[in-house]
């Protein structure tokens, strides 16, 4: 009988020694992780980030926070976490060799989403492919071509590429090149390109501009380069390239084409 009390007192004891700090401690980290994960949630909502940023960083935290805790009650319970901390920093070499390019990819989304050189919705150019910007994941950015394709391209792809974004400014240029007979007065054909270009998505500042740009082969080129919004920059450029042909028709301005003159000498 004094066996059996002597273990209970010896097991009361441990327990209180052990359990009840390690209770103790938990209870405090999870109401520090709330507490942490809470005054991120602020932060990150005046930096003003993309969903996506804020999802992984929110994600990433929130492991790291639980894994230290984990291993802080582990010790509390007298487990030997030297090991453990071993066995996690051999596991995670492994994992990342063997997934270096996903991860590549990931640190490049997140990049992408805390630098914002574009934005959902932005018409931009990626290492050759052109579309509007339809997610910023992270590990692919996906692009939506005008002819209804859907490109998706690896975020590492995209932080090692030039990326023109004809969007971010709101305006954009549409340049035409339009070629027209030697024959034509030069004057005569700088008026219809500026009746062409007259639409009502053109912008006043900067004015529209034409202007007879170099002398070739067989016949002499001209260049319009009107200001339009960047939502209405293809309207802008297929009115006009219309209504060109339209105002050579009514002066008589004549469209040449490649030609080679013989002459044939008796």
Request: aromatic share 8%; glycine share 6%.
């Amino acid at each position: 009988m004094d066996v059996i009390k002597t273990w209970f007192s010896l097991a009361a004891t441990f327990l209180g020694a052990s359990i009840l700090p390690a209770v103790i401690l938990l209870a405090l980290g999870i109401v520090a992780i709330r507490l942490a994960m809470g005054i991120t949630e602020k932060l990150l909502q005046k930096l003003n980030l993309e969903k996506a940023a804020c999802g992984l960083i929110k994600t990433v935290l929130r492991v790291v926070l639980w894994g230290l805790l984990a291993l802080m009650v582990a010790d509390k319970l007298g487990i030997d976490v030297t090991g453990v901390v071993a066995l996690a920093s051999v596991l995670t070499l492994a994992i990342s060799l063997s997934v270096q390019n996903a991860l590549t990819n990931l640190i490049s989304g997140f990049t992408l989403l805390y630098t914002k050189p574009f934005v959902s919705g932005d018409y931009v150019e990626i290492a050759g492919q052109s579309g509007t910007v339809q997610a910023i994941g992270l590990t692919y950015t996906k692009l939506s071509t005008p002819d209804n394709k859907m490109i998706s391209i690896p975020n590492g792809s995209v932080t090692s590429a030039q990326i023109v974004n004809y969007t971010v400014t709101g305006t954009r240029r549409v340049d035409i090149a339009v070629s027209a007979s030697y024959d034509a007065p030069v004057q005569l054909v700088l008026e219809a390109l500026r009746q062409a270009a007259a639409v009502p998505t053109a912008l006043e500042d900067p004015a529209p501009f034409v202007a007879l740009d170099s002398y070739g082969e067989s016949a002499m080129n001209y260049v319009v380069r009107v200001w339009s919004t960047s939502a209405d920059y293809w309207d802008t450029y297929f009115v006009i390239t219309e209504n060109i042909k339209k105002c050579f028709d009514e002066k008589g301005i004549e469209m040449t084409y490649p030609h080679l003159n013989v002459h044939v000498s008796q």
